[in-house]
């Protein structure tokens, strides 16, 4: 193992079980193993579904419409 990945473990075991097993999850995903990094709820699912569908139909924002989005945030 080298210094660095030693080094974030020995960061990691401070963090919550919940964030040590995300760290784990991704580790592993890199590593090759199979399992899923992101589980998403049935509605998130739908809406990616209809997000690609959007996409292959090309419905994408005009760049008017990201404007007024942007100039929402904004500071001024």
Same mark, same amino acid.
């Given at each position: #193992?080298?210094?660095?990945? $030693? /080094?974030? #473990? %020995?960061? =990691?075991?401070?963090?919550?079980? +919940?964030?040590? +097993? %995300?760290? &784990? /999850?991704?580790?592993? @995903?890199? =590593?090759?193993? !199979?399992?899923?990094? *992101?589980?998403?709820?049935?509605? %998130?699912? @739908?809406? *990616?579904?209809?997000? /690609? @569908?959007? #996409? $292959? /139909?090309? !419905?994408?924002?005009?760049? +008017? %419409?990201?404007? @007024? ?5 904004? &500071?001024?």
């Amino acid at each position: #193992m080298t210094k660095l990945l $030693e /080094r974030a #473990m %020995e960061r =990691a075991q401070g963090l919550s079980p +919940d964030l040590q +097993d %995300e760290i &784990a /999850r991704l580790v592993l @995903a890199y =590593a090759g193993e !199979d399992d899923d990094v *992101l589980t998403l709820t049935p509605e %998130e699912e @739908a809406d *990616l579904l209809e997000a /690609r @569908a959007e #996409m $292959e /139909r090309g !419905d994408f924002a005009s760049d +008017d %419409e990201v404007s @007024a989005v942007f100039s929402k945030y904004r &500071a001024s």
